[in-house]
């Protein structure tokens, strides 16, 4: 009876467990990778860096609606060619936006893109709101001026985790990977309307906390490296567990 009861304890502590895991997708920040001539040196060629990551949030009652812009920028005397990647990571849903994701690179329409299932990337690391499982890519390719810039705008739209005692409040998570040198302007700007957020449990970035009134949460970091990866999380009661 007792190995009996055990048993049971551990099953359901199993259980309880596996059902705490947010079932969420998680975007991460694009990136630009360069593609080196042949008849080039490598060591002739810095990577583009990123200037500017804005990030634009509309809540609704199970989906959250995104817009960014990212401005990056190329040290090189010369033209950087490569490809634009945006990752996607989940746990329980599939790791891409819910329905296509529009792009567009210096406020032109993008061709040639696609999501690729990249064996080589490396999963984020997990947090007690965030444990993703898998994860893919969607590419573009590119090409900014010598000494110039270029900005890729994507707008797409995921579904909320269900989270909390119950999954009775919703969260949004955003991936930030570690970088290389500082961003001069991280923004991340969440909408809402008090018909759908009753209250806000949790926001937080990985700089510091956000500012939160009755109609949004906002938060710019200027200057910042994330020396180590981190998330922007954002967690709320919706209204109908208020009323």
Sequence with gaps: VCILMTTALVLASLVQTQRDIPTQVVPSVPTFVHTVPADANAKDYQPA???LHTVTVTLSKETATIETVTLFRNPNATALMGTLRMPFFSHGFSPRATGEITATWN???????RRVND??????????AVEPTQGSVYEWPGAIPAKGTGTLRTSFQIPLAKVALGQTARQFALHIPPMAAPTEQLQVAIKFSPEI?????????PFGKFQTGPNGSF????????????YVLFRFYPNEVGG
């Design 49 to 51: 860096t990123t200037q």
């Design 119 to 128: 064996a080589t990337l490396v999963m984020p690391r997990k947090t007690d």
């Design 197 to 205: 957020v009753f209250g806000v449990l949790n926001s937080q970035g």
């Design 107 to 113: 406020k032109g329409p993008m061709t040639g893109g």
């Design 219 to 230: 938060a710019k970091w200027d200057g910042k490296t994330a020396t180590k990866e981190g």
